[in-house]
C-alpha cells in the first residue's frame, strides 16, 4: 500500500519555469523525503523534512511541509532540461518504523 | 567511493524458475532495504535488515520470497518459483545508521522479467 499520493501525476514545463509537485498523505509521520528517480541515476534522495520543520531548501529546491493538512509540496525553479525525471515523495511514520513508504510519483518533463 | 551495487541489472526467467538477486550495500552501511517497483508505482518495501538481522518482513509479498543477509554486508533476495506478477524492479537500498532519519542510496536496481 502506497501513503503519500503526489499530484500532479504528470507536469511538463518549458525551461526556466518553476515546478511545484504535491504530496498527502494519511497518517502521522516523523519525517517527509522527497526522491527523484530517471533511468539514467536511479532514485536519489533529494530532500528529507522532519515533522517539526516547515521549509527546507538545497540549491533550486524548496520543500515546504504543512502536518495540519498532511501535505507537503516541492518547488523546483528556474527549472532545466536536466530535471526531467519522476519525483516521489516518502514518508516514515511516527511511532518507531524505520519504513519509508513511497507514493506513486509525479512524472517532470523539461523542455528545452 | 562505490554507491550500492546490484546484479544482475536485468533477469528474464521462465515462470516456475527459481531467481537469486544479489545487492552490495555501501561498505559500513548497517540497514540495508529491498524494495519492489512496479512499471508506473512508486517502489514498495519488502524486507529490512539492520546488520544481518532481519527485523521486518513485512512487506514480502509471499512465502516464494525469501531474503538474506548472513555476514551484514551483502544481501540477496530469492524468489522461488516465480510468476508473471513477479515482473518489477527490485531495488536495494542501504543507509549508514539505524533510525528514522538517514537518507538512504539506492542501487539502480534489477528488472526481472518472468514470461
Known amino acids: 500500500s502506497q501513503q503519500g499520493e503526489e499530484d500532479p501525476q504528470a507536469l511538463s514545463i518549458q525551461e526556466g519555469e518553476n515546478a511545484t509537485m504535491n504530496c498527502s498523505y494519511k497518517?502521522?509521520?516523523?519525517?517527509l523525503q522527497w526522491y527523484r528517480q530517471n533511468s539514467g541515476r536511479g532514485l536519489v534522495h533529494l530532500i528529507l523534512i522532519r515533522s517539526n520543520e516547515r521549509e527546507k531548501h538545497s540549491g533550486r529546491l524548496r520543500v515546504t511541509l504543512d502536518t495540519s493538512k498532511k501535505s507537503s509540496s516541492l518547488l523546483i525553479t528556474a527549472s532545466r532540461a536536466a530535471d526531467t525525471a519522476s519525483y516521489f515523495c516518502a514518508t516514515v511514520a511516527s511511532g518507531g518504523s524505520y519504513i519509508p513508504t513511497f507514493g506513486r510519483g509525479t512524472s517532470l518533463i523539461v523542455h528545452p | 567511493g562505490a554507491g550500492v551495487s546490484q546484479s544482475p541489472r536485468y533477469k528474464v526467467a521462465k515462470r516456475g524458475q527459481d531467481v537469486a538477486l544479489r545487492c552490495d550495500p555501501i561498505?559500513?552501511?548497517?540497514?540495508l532495504f529491498w524494495y519492489q517497483q512496479a512499471l508506473g508505482q512508486g517502489p514498495e518495501f519488502l524486507t529490512y535488515?539492520?546488520?544481518?538481522?532481519?527485523?521486518?518482513k513485512s512487506g514480502l509479498p509471499s512465502d516464494r520470497f525469501f531474503a538474506e543477509r548472513p555476514e551484514g554486508s551483502v544481501s540477496t533476495l530469492k524468489i522461488q518459483r516465480t510468476q508473471q506478477e513477479d515482473s518489477a524492479v527490485y531495488l536495494c537500498?542501504?543507509?549508514?545508521?539505524?533510525?528514522?532519519?538517514?537518507?538512504?542510496?539506492f542501487g539502480p536496481g534489477t528488472r526481472l522479467t518472468v514470461l
Open positions: 535488515f539492520q546488520n544481518e538481522a532481519q527485523l521486518d
Open positions: 537500498a542501504s543507509s549508514l545508521e539505524v533510525g528514522m532519519g538517514n537518507e538512504q542510496f
Open positions: 497518517t502521522s509521520i516523523n519525517n
Open positions: 561498505s559500513g552501511h548497517v540497514s
